[in-house]
């Protein structure tokens, strides 16, 4: 079964109202300089087309689109929550340059080589393991030719996801590695961040 959106197809739920609350106000704070230092780190132009996958409270969402506002661009946000959604839309409700679509990728009228850069901050390892790789597929679908995949991931045993699962996901989409590194973070704990690029 699934409904328009196509979110009833997998075992997706709801967050609960706690997590959202504690996430996307106490933990929102205490981590906030991780992100906009994460966004900086893109080196954004401000005219690129992005697509923030999985954005949860905006807090990448929020910095890409104070960038995109000093030049054309435009921020498409991605997510199956819609307790996250609202959220989202609450965060970034001063912003006239964000799209905001809920539901499965997949069923999404979003077109093909559409986007420069794809982000995903802590979202893959939160995805079941068998709808991983067609996931990834179709986040490098929307890329443009030469665009880039940049994603973060918790690795820690019991909550993430090891690189070397994201390096066979993004291989097998057809995503060239351009870097790895590993680093800890006193609240994210263990994680990897990868940048990968659609060959031409
Ligand atoms: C751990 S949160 C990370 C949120 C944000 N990127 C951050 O780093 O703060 C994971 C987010 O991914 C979203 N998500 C999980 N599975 C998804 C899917 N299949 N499609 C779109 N969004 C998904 C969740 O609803 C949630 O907003």
């Not at 999404?108 to 990834?136: C, G």
């Not at 665009?147 to 690189?163: L, Q, S, T, V, W």
């Not at 790895?180 to 609240?187: A, G, N, R, Y």
Request: include cysteine; aromatic fraction near 8%; charged fraction near 25%.
């Amino acid at each position: 079964m699934s409904d328009s959106r196509g979110r009833n197809e997998t075992s997706f739920k709801e967050p609960g109202r706690l997590l959202v609350l504690f996430e996307s106000t106490i933990a929102r704070v205490l981590t906030s300089h991780l992100y906009r230092n994460y966004v900086e780190s893109l080196n954004l132009k401000g005219s690129e087309r992005v697509l923030d996958f999985g954005p949860g409270a905006a807090g990448c969402s929020l910095h890409i689109a104070r960038r995109l506002q000093e030049g054309s661009g435009r921020l498409t946000c991605v997510d199956i929550s819609e307790r996250w959604m609202n959220v989202l839309m609450r965060n970034l409700k001063g912003f006239n340059n964000v799209d905001f679509k809920l539901g499965q990728l997949h069923s999404l009228d979003i077109p093909e080589e559409s986007f420069d850069m794809v982000v995903t901050h802590f979202v893959i390892h939160d995805i079941p393991d068998r709808q991983r790789q067609k996931v990834v597929r179709c986040l490098a679908e929307k890329l443009k030719p030469n665009g880039r995949f940049f994603i973060r991931e918790p690795m820690n045993p019991g909550h993430g996801i090891p690189a070397e699962v994201v390096q066979a996901l993004m291989g097998a989409a057809g995503l060239k590695e351009l870097s790895l590194k590993k680093d800890k973070h006193p609240m994210a704990g263990l994680y990897m961040e990868g940048v990968y690029e659609k060959r031409a």
